[in-house]
């Protein structure tokens, strides 16, 4: 258990170094325990569910457990057991005694000075899932008109909502916590709306009106300060909404060369040259920064930033820190920061003599996949079509060092076929290193991947050609699975490239 909590500490001790902070001590008891599940607390940075921010607690053979936990500001956490998660409040200096239950993965709340909000949080259900995306939305919603929409989902939603609320600013905890939850109910509310417009819905004209409907009556400003997760998740979706709002009403090919964006202040030319070199985090940097408070935007972008380092994406990185260190020269972030930027560029030395990441020859003139198998004829191939630009792909990838782990020493081979344009060779070339991705790659440009996807969905009745992509050759060299498992499926995967092993 000491090296359990040394762990713990070191990796507190990444996360949190910039702040002096405060404790919180959580302790209990698990019933029912039978010794092999595992309990974890999120604890965000700034928002958002990210891996990294999950940390084991060590739990004794009777199912005791206590960990004491560096909380510098109010912080609305997670209580992982048994795939449940339990939403509580935990603030500096306070104590929390819960009983889990691994029969029926409930949890109880016993004593502590965070029991009154604790139970608050417990009764209102923060994230409880909405009824409209249950069950498929895409087919439920699939011909329902506007107005339909805002009486049968927008309205009833906010209502609930609102009742959750009455009942925190009924409740007798302290005002400051009730102002937290308060706005938290209100700002997942708009997540969760902007999450059935944005993947729920397949009418693209439809998504656009309910996106409008939906945040046009919104206040962008926090309702309190330091905000929580929720908050920063609504700015991140309501720099979306400004986007389509902006193009909804002024045509991209309405613009003038010299006119700018409505809600962003560049040109048209100056926004694609944004995206395209500095990618969309520099898009949205500009945007929260036209129309958020500062005191908002600064650690919302640094949230930005800890994305692109769990990608290892050092090019994207990059340009932003830069942005972010001129316009917050006395940021507290700015030592982390540079310190994770350091870390990347040093990846980037060790890997670049790794002779095991090898550019295909010639790759640029390449019109068929099968040069590059032919080549490992006598191994099972596992095809990645993936993007230095695609999010899911880069998320992905933290999930190979696990499939090439479990295949080591066998005859398994990785090829990496990437889409990105020509000005992009030398940052493509720079993010394999740094990512330290082991195996034969080769790019192609949006023309010339062309008779790629042909060639590889010529027998499959989904054409899509989406990304990520995986595809799997035999030992001859010959395609026997079209659109495999990904990475993060894991053992169906495994299971899919062992029947070509033996």
């Given amino acids: 258990m000491k090296t359990v909590l040394k762990r713990i500490a070191l990796i507190f001790a990444l996360l949190v170094p910039i702040y002096s902070y405060g404790q919180f001590k959580l302790s209990g008891k698990i019933v029912n325990y039978q010794g092999t599940e595992k309990l974890q607390v999120n604890i965000p940075l700034i928002y958002g569910f990210h891996k990294e921010n999950s940390f084991p607690i060590p739990i004794s053979k009777d199912g005791s457990f206590k960990v004491t936990l560096p909380i510098h500001t109010q912080k609305i956490v997670n209580v992982i057991f048994v795939r449940t998660f339990h939403t509580l409040l935990f603030a500096p200096n306070k104590d929390l005694n819960i009983i889990l239950n691994e029969k029926d993965s409930t949890l109880n709340l016993v004593s502590g000075t965070a029991l009154p909000e604790s139970k608050v949080m417990?009764?209102?259900?923060?994230?409880?899932?909405?009824?409209?995306?249950?069950?498929?939305?895409?087919?439920?919603?699939a011909k329902y008109s506007l107005q339909q929409l805002q009486n049968e989902v927008v309205k009833p939603y906010f209502a609930q909502q609102e009742e959750k609320i009455q009942k925190v600013k009924s409740s007798a905890i302290a005002a400051n916590d009730k102002a937290?939850?308060?706005?938290e109910l209100k700002y997942i509310a708009y997540n969760y709306l902007n999450d059935l417009a944005r993947t729920g819905i397949s009418n693209r004209p439809l998504v656009d009106s309910l996106i409008l409907s939906i945040f046009d009556k919104s206040d962008q400003r926090p309702s309190v300060f330091p905000a929580g997760p929720q908050y920063y998740g609504f700015l991140d979706n309501y720099v979306r909404y400004l986007e389509t709002k902006?193009?909804?009403?002024?045509k991209p090919n309405q613009l003038g060369k010299n006119e700018l964006i409505?809600?962003?202040?560049?040109?048209?030319?100056?926004?694609?040259?944004?995206?395209?070199?500095?990618?969309?985090?520099?898009?949205?940097?500009?945007?929260?920064?036209?129309?958020f408070p500062a005191k908002v935007v600064e650690p919302y972008t640094y949230q930005q930033l800890?994305?692109?380092?769990?990608?290892?994406?050092?090019?994207?990185?990059?340009?932003?820190?830069?942005?972010?260190?001129?316009?917050?020269?006395?940021?507290?972030?700015?030592?982390?920061?540079?310190?994770?930027?350091?870390?990347?560029?040093?990846?980037?030395?060790q890997n670049s003599a790794n002779a095991n990441i090898k550019i295909v020859e010639g790759y640029e003139k390449m019109t068929s996949i099968n040069e590059v198998i032919k080549q490992l004829k006598g191994?099972?191939?596992?095809?990645?079509?993936?993007?230095?630009?695609?999010?899911?792909?880069?998320?992905e990838l933290k999930f190979i060092p696990n499939l090439k782990a479990r295949f080591k020493n066998k005859d398994v081979a990785y090829v990496y076929l990437d889409l990105d344009d020509d000005n992009l060779d030398l940052q493509w070339k720079e993010f394999i290193k740094v990512n330290n991705m082991e195996g034969l790659h080769l790019?192609?440009?949006?023309?010339?991947?062309?008779?790629?996807?042909?060639?590889?969905?010529?027998?499959t009745d989904d054409k899509a050609e989406y990304y990520p992509q995986y595809f799997i050759f035999d030992k001859e060299g010959k395609l026997v699975v079209s659109k495999a498992k990904r990475p993060s499926e894991q053992e169906e995967l495994y299971n899919q490239i062992e029947k070509f092993l033996n």
């Fill in 379 to 395: 191994k099972v191939v596992y095809l990645d079509v993936w993007g230095t630009w695609c999010g899911p792909c880069k998320e």
């Fill in 443 to 459: 790019r192609k440009t949006r023309q010339t991947i062309i008779p790629f996807w042909k060639e590889l969905l010529a027998n």
């Fill in 306 to 349: 800890i994305n692109l380092y769990s990608d290892k994406d050092l090019r994207l990185m990059l340009g932003l820190a830069e942005a972010f260190k001129q316009h917050f020269p006395k940021s507290i972030y700015l030592n982390e920061l540079n310190a994770k930027v350091a870390s990347l560029k040093t990846m980037l030395l």
């Fill in 246 to 250: 902006a193009f909804f009403t002024v």
């Fill in 180 to 183: 937290l939850i308060s706005a």
């Fill in 122 to 141: 417990q009764a209102i259900k923060l994230e409880e899932y909405p009824f409209f995306l249950a069950n498929e939305p895409s087919k439920t919603f």
């Fill in 262 to 291: 409505p809600y962003f202040g560049v040109t048209l030319d100056s926004a694609n040259s944004i995206v395209k070199n500095f990618g969309k985090p520099y898009w949205r940097w500009i945007g929260s920064l036209k129309n």
